[in-house]
Structure formats: C-alpha cells, structure tokens
C-alpha cells in the first residue's frame, strides 16, 4: 500500500528554521519523483520543490535559495530544509509522489497525496 507521511510542521518566528520530513511506503525513491507542495489560507496550492529518482532538484522562486531538498533513499525519505522562514511560507505544506511499482513484472505508475503539515510563522 502506498502512503506519504509528512511530519515537521510547527510554529517558527521569521528567521527561523524547520525541516520537513516526508516518510514514503510502497514504493522506493529510487523510482519515484517527490515533490513539495504549500497551500495559504484563501489561496491555491502551489508547487515549490521537487527532487527527482536521479537527484535532480526544482525550487519555486518564492523559495530559492532558503529551502533545499534532499532524499535519503536508505531511510525512503524526502526532506525540505526551510530556513530564513517568512510569514508568507504559512500554510499547510504537503508532499505528493509520482513513482512507478513493478507489478510482477509490469510496472505501473501513480501519484498520491500524503496528509499536509501546518507551518506557521509569526512576524
């Protein structure tokens, strides 16, 4: 069964730090994409990182050069290294996949939606 569990969110002043975990079950990074999503209250969920099979990684320009992605495929997961938070990165952060499962021999690919994490940061 494939399951996201996204963990640690929390209440960080501006100028602090968090990082996010995203713990994967069902399939392995290494054929899986993982990506980060946020969603602020009243407004639609954007896309802010990604970190591919092949390491290869993406950042939405609201959060280059303050987060970074990385992947530990020995433990299956992704994590998001926030630092010099602002008050605009409050939202609930999710992480979504796009992996491919070899199914007796066929592979079939998805995408799922793991629950969201709260982060808030205050001025």
């Known amino acids: 069964e494939v399951q996201l569990q996204a963990s640690g969110g929390g209440l960080v002043q501006a100028g602090g730090s968090l990082r996010l975990s995203c713990a994967a079950s069902g399939f392995t990074l290494d054929n899986a994409a993982i990506g980060w999503f946020r969603q602020a209250p009243g407004k639609e969920r954007e896309g802010i990182s990604c970190?591919?099979?092949?390491?290869?990684?993406y950042y939405s320009d609201s959060v280059k050069g303050r987060f970074t992605i990385t992947s530990d495929v020995a433990k299956n997961t992704v994590y998001l290294q926030m630092n010099s938070l602002k008050p605009e990165d409050t939202g609930v952060y999710y992480c979504?996949?796009?992996?491919?499962?070899?199914?007796?021999?066929?592979?079939?690919?998805?995408?799922?939606w793991g629950q969201g994490t709260q982060v808030t940061v205050s001025s």
């Open positions: 979504n996949a796009e992996y491919a499962t070899d199914e007796s021999g066929t592979w079939v690919v998805g995408r799922y």
């Open positions: 970190i591919s099979a092949d390491d290869s990684t």
